[in-house]
């Protein structure tokens, strides 16, 4: 069984109207109605998960260097934009349980820690989601990592992360027991919707910042779409109001 989740999910917790990947974006998507994050997670020198998309820390907070190099202590030192820390992995996932929100964890490995990257995250996960009613969902660009996700937590759904579906995708999902392939909204053509329905498994595109794409994609038959403009785009109906979809 798979649960399908609301047809609108925050890119990196707050999309473009906040710090990407801190507790700050994940709050300002609950309030705007969002009731989906997807966040990125990869791993410091000490192999604890953190929210950060980049291998390095230049782009997104006032540090330098790679992630894979830098302590707990000095990741927690950093301001990932507008004073607001790089969270950890928990800390997200708390917050995420407390808000009411389904997550779409990305396994972000750094160069070569493809299989202790998605050891680490799935173990804190497991740990931070136990007992949830919604579980969260692991996605990654690396089949390792996956196949990781498969073997330690066979009952969390996973879906496989491919800008542009290479051939051969939809029995590498099957082969992964994924439930969705998430691919970039271009490359989601009437011949990848149409094997994914055959495969019974979901399609999500990334990143819709525009509503005509949006509703090209989901006339198509695409189940969910992630946003960076939060702004743009109708909520979907808070809980209670809409019933969660499940398929078979």
Not at 90 to 109: D, F, Q, T, V, Y
Not at 163 to 190: F, M, S
Request: charged share 20%.
């Amino acid at each position: 069984m798979r649960l399908a989740p609301p047809r609108w999910i925050a890119h990196r917790g707050g999309g473009s109207l906040a710090p990407e990947n801190t507790l700050a974006g994940i709050r300002l998507a609950a309030r705007l109605g969002f009731r989906a994050v997807e966040f990125d997670v990869m791993l410091s020198a000490e192999h604890m998960p953190f929210l950060i998309h980049d291998e390095t820390l230049e782009r997104t907070t006032n540090g330098r260097g790679r992630v894979a190099e830098c302590s707990n202590a000095d990741l927690l030192r950093l301001d990932a934009g507008q004073g607001e820390a790089v969270p950890t992995l928990a800390e997200a996932s708390a917050l995420c349980r407390a808000l009411g929100l389904w997550a779409n964890i990305e396994i972000k490995p750094s160069a070569g820690t493809d299989l202790v990257t998605a050891e680490r995250v799935v173990q804190q996960t497991l740990v931070d989601w136990q007992g949830s009613a919604v579980p969260p969902l692991f996605s990654s660009f690396s089949v390792p990592a996956l196949e990781v996700a498969q073997a330690l937590a066979p009952d969390l759904p996973r879906a496989l992360l491919q800008g542009r579906p290479k051939r051969g995708w939809g029995q590498l999902v099957r082969r992964l027991g994924a439930v969705a392939l998430h691919c970039r909204g271009d490359a989601a053509t009437p011949e990848v919707l149409a094997e994914a329905q055959a495969l019974g498994v979901a399609v999500r595109c990334y990143t819709i910042n525009e509503p005509r794409m949006a509703e090209r994609l989901f006339a198509l038959g695409v189940e969910a779409l992630f946003t960076d403009r939060l702004d743009l785009f109708a909520s979907d109906p808070p809980p209670g109001e809409r019933e969660p979809t499940f398929f078979s």
